[in-house]
């Protein structure tokens, strides 16, 4: 990997609206994260002549250019997490000059590899990957970097702080930034409604009267030792625990015709209660998934298997909140079962009715249901404990659309979530072709892969 270029870039300095501060409060939803580490995603583009000059004359400059207009509509996300001392809690600022780290590189790794549904080292994603500048006093809100693979194309890739951003609000931005340099439009053009972030956050209402984001603040500064007492405002992020030494990654699709011949193995399985399933491609996913990955990871039959996912808001809360709102607007839901239910005849059927039954629970109940419990639920899983069960958790979703970020020379070849490597989790995306599949993205140690890959739908 070669550094061509360090760099800041800022909202179009000529607009009246670079000139302006910014600021926004951080929500509950926002706290909840608050300390976690950022989310790392990968897009890949091919172009078959991009040379060095092409890049340097035409690629790099439209993707500048674009980015620069793009942030006058995302003046957050040139500004940075702060924590005023007249403030009870961190702010997200924008002050004029602000603007977001770009990094240019160029590397000689195998593109068409990297970029495919093959097994391949996790390891060789992460130069490819921005770091997140934080310090005790200030927090980038998001890095990105521009890496070229000479005569194959090159990839985005954007790390994001996730107290300020989810994974829905990652991909508007993508697509807004995409939009602007695929159109070639100038700072007066406005982003089309769907695009356009809407940034008020009133909309978010705390209908517990348990003052959220207070409670949830409180809660990190207490688990990392601190209380509002001792004024400890660091804005650093806890270190990623680190991912398992010999990862390999790797995609697998699930296709329209596969999730009906998965629909009917569980209502089949599941012949009493086929009535009271939710079988969404979602949880047909997440359960022919988990139990594939526990089959091939192995281990004792009593041993715990936590399952979790994020569950996006918006159009759940009362009233609903835009779909475009910027910002987190997510809560996360889990439970723990056993290995040995997952490992039987009947375990596809078992771990459809789990993640089905997690489903149903949210949208029966709502989104916020148990909401003050679950950051505490977080904080107080050790290390011990995860150490002693299998872990499974969900990245990204098929309704983000990730491969409609197209910036004038395609739709992405692939797009990767980088970090997974580091939580046990999978991502989700939807299929590349449109055609209402979803592609899973998994990081294994290289056993467990070879032995997942040999499961993967040899039974439906």
Not at 363 to 382: A, C, D, Q, R, W
Not at 392 to 410: H, K, L, N, Q
Request: proline share 6%; charged share 20%.
């Amino acid at each position: 990997m070669k550094i061509l270029e360090f760099t800041r870039i800022k909202p179009s300095p000529d607009s009246p609206k670079s000139a302006a501060e910014l600021s926004l409060p951080l929500t509950f939803f926002d706290i909840f994260w608050f300390k976690l580490p950022p989310v790392e995603r990968l897009f890949f583009y091919q172009i078959n002549n991009s040379t060095p000059a092409y890049f340097n004359s035409v690629i790099l400059p439209k993707l500048k250019h674009s980015l620069s207009l793009t942030l006058l509509h995302y003046l957050p996300l040139a500004g940075n997490l702060k924590w005023p001392s007249t403030s009870p809690k961190p702010i997200i600022l924008y002050t004029p000059n602000d603007g977001v780290s770009l990094t240019v590189a160029e590397s000689a790794a195998d593109f068409n590899l990297l970029s495919s549904k093959g097994i391949y080292e996790a390891v060789e994603l992460h130069p490819l990957t921005p770091e997140l500048i934080t310090s005790d006093d200030s927090a980038s809100t998001i890095a990105l970097q521009i890496t070229l693979f000479p005569n194959m194309g090159f990839c985005i890739g954007i790390t994001a702080h996730h107290a300020v951003l989810d994974g829905k609000a990652t991909t508007l931005f993508m697509k807004s930034w995409a939009y602007l340099c695929n159109q070639g439009y100038t700072e007066h053009s406005p982003l089309p409604p769907e695009l356009t972030p809407f940034l008020d956050r009133s909309v978010i209402k705390d209908v517990t009267g348990l003052d959220l984001d207070m409670l949830y603040l409180n809660q990190w500064l207490a688990s990392i030792g601190s209380d509002s007492a001792t004024n400890n405002k660091s804005l650093k992020i806890l270190p990623n625990k680190g991912e398992a030494p010999n990862l390999v990654r790797a995609t697998f699709e699930i296709t329209r015709e596969d999730f009906k011949k998965l629909r009917d193995r569980a209502l089949a399985q599941l012949s009493d209660s086929g009535k009271e399933l939710h079988l969404s491609t979602f949880v047909l996913t997440l359960a022919y998934v988990t139990r594939c990955i526990v089959k091939a990871r192995g281990g004792e039959d009593d041993r715990n298997v936590g399952v979790g996912f994020t569950i996006d808001c918006r159009p759940r809360l009362n009233p609903p909140v835009p779909e475009n709102y910027f910002g987190n607007c997510n809560t996360i839901t889990g439970d723990l079962f056993k290995a040995r239910d997952f490992l039987d005849e009947n375990g596809f059927g078992f771990s459809v009715h789990k993640v089905s039954g997690m489903v149903k629970v949210l949208m029966e109940k709502g989104p916020l249901v148990g909401i003050e419990n679950k950051l505490s639920t977080v904080l107080n899983f050790s290390e011990e404990i995860a150490k002693s069960m299998q872990i499974i958790s969900v990245a990204g979703s098929p309704r983000f659309e990730v491969y409609g970020s197209d910036f004038g020379w395609g739709k992405p070849l692939k797009v990767v979530v980088v970090s997974i490597d580091k939580n046990e989790a999978i991502s989700m995306a939807e299929s590349r072709d449109g055609s209402r599949g979803v592609e899973v993205g998994l990081a294994l140690k290289k056993h467990e892969m070879e032995f997942f890959s040999s499961l993967f739908l040899k039974d439906v």
